[in-house]
């Protein structure tokens, strides 16, 4: 009996090696393959005992340098010699009644910014920054977030931004209109910031490890492209002139983020898509979709944050970004469902705008900026989704204007 069993053993151990792992979808999105449960139970043990490891301190170590949560980590971090180092903040805000407000800053060497700033006013539409779908600044300063008329100040860590902008802008629609337009915001939050190192929920991030090929070389890549980022929600209060006429939206619903590591390459990234979510009563929510084929390629995170201040990890989702927009076109309108703090939530998303813009020195990434209406387990509410789409081989056109034709030469070397 005992020989039986194992030569039963030794055929059962013999089928399960010579299994095939699935195709990955389109070729990019990887699925579970004869190894992922035992890959999974390893992630999770480390992860476990990473977190062990930090129960006395918000210190921890990257392959960049020690990161600590003090109070300077929203000021301008130093950048790393590599020539694709990366400091990155970005804001949104959205008013129940219309109002949308997007300003990102990407700082880079030689004074380089990939920055962008929208406003949404309703009844005039679209007003954007004058290079847009451009997104390259010159002159920015070596310890200031913002370049050319756009300026995003710290004032008060994880506490209080000033951002303000001074200077021409266009009608998104209609790009010979122009404006005149003087902006003026404070944010400001008491609500605890989510950061993606250490609040991201573990079976999230061990099933988006465990899909992959394990390898050396694999691992080096985890460490060599890890970027620290960390969010915050809060409230934007903004005043603003378009050619002298005065517009105040108050107490909108604000989003940020900051960024920044080793180096960012938008090559790497095959797409992604972020939903930004601010409703009626108050809650807030962050949900993204990553696939970068190098590192994961199936990776789901996110938060939500409700009106008493409380912040729930993303524990699920049904969304699937190889099956929302991947012929390059994103869905206007469409739902998705997700888990957080063991609350189902239903998302109904409903376009109202809708911009596109390019990053990336060479035009890397194409970035579809979107100014969306919300429906959450029947709450209404407004906000923002982002989808990205690797765009490597697109060439920036003759016509989009670049004051300096001597930094190019500089990345090339």
Request: proline share 4%; aromatic share 16%.
């Amino acid at each position: 009996m005992l020989a039986f069993f194992i030569f039963l053993f030794s055929i059962l151990c013999v089928y399960f090696y010579n299994l095939k792992d699935p195709e990955p979808i389109f070729g990019i999105y990887k699925q579970r393959g004869k190894w992922f449960f035992l890959k999974y139970i390893i992630i999770r043990t480390s992860l476990l005992w990473r977190k062990w490891q930090r129960t006395k301190t918000q210190k921890y170590s990257t392959s960049y340098r020690e990161i600590s949560f003090d109070d300077n980590i929203d000021q301008p971090q130093k950048l790393s010699e590599l020539p694709q180092a990366f400091d990155a903040i970005f804001f949104i805000a959205a008013s129940q009644d219309g109002y949308y407000v997007a300003a990102g800053s990407e700082r880079r060497h030689h004074g380089i910014v990939n920055g962008l700033f929208y406003v949404v006013v309703p009844g005039k539409g679209i007003l954007c920054s004058l290079k847009i779908p451009d997104t390259v600044l010159f002159g920015a300063k070596e310890n200031q977030y913002g370049a050319e008329g756009l300026i995003m100040t710290p004032i008060e860590p994880m506490k209080k931004w000033h951002i303000t902008f001074d200077g021409e802008m266009k009608l998104y629609n209609n790009p010979e209109k122009r404006f005149h337009v003087k902006f003026e915001a404070d944010w400001s939050s008491n609500i605890k910031y989510f950061n993606f190192d250490i609040d991201l929920d573990d079976h999230l991030i061990a099933e988006a490890l465990a899909l992959q090929d394990w390898s050396k070389e694999y691992f080096e890549i985890l460490e060599k492209h890890h970027q620290t980022h960390y969010e915050q929600m809060g409230i934007m209060n903004a005043t603003f002139t378009i050619d002298g006429e005065e517009f105040v939206a108050n107490d909108m619903g604000s989003f940020r983020d900051h960024s920044f590591g080793l180096e960012r390459n938008w090559d790497l990234m095959h797409r992604y898509a972020f939903f930004m979510i601010f409703l009626e009563d108050g809650t807030k929510a962050s949900v993204g979709f990553v696939c970068q084929p190098i590192s994961c390629s199936v990776f789901n995170m996110g938060y939500v944050c409700l009106p008493s201040g409380q912040v729930d990890t993303l524990q699920w989702t049904d969304f699937k970004l190889y099956q929302n927009g991947e012929n390059g076109i994103p869905p206007l309108d469409h739902a998705f469902q997700f888990k957080a703090g063991g609350k189902m939530y239903t998302v109904q998303v409903s376009v109202e705008h809708e911009v596109i813009h390019y990053v990336g020195w060479r035009w890397q990434a194409k970035m579809i900026e979107r100014f969306v209406k919300f429906d959450v387990n029947g709450i209404k509410g407004r906000g923002m989704s982002e989808f990205n789409y690797s765009d490597k081989n697109r060439k920036r056109p003759d016509d989009v204007s670049i004051n300096d034709p001597d930094w190019f030469k500089q990345l090339d070397k």
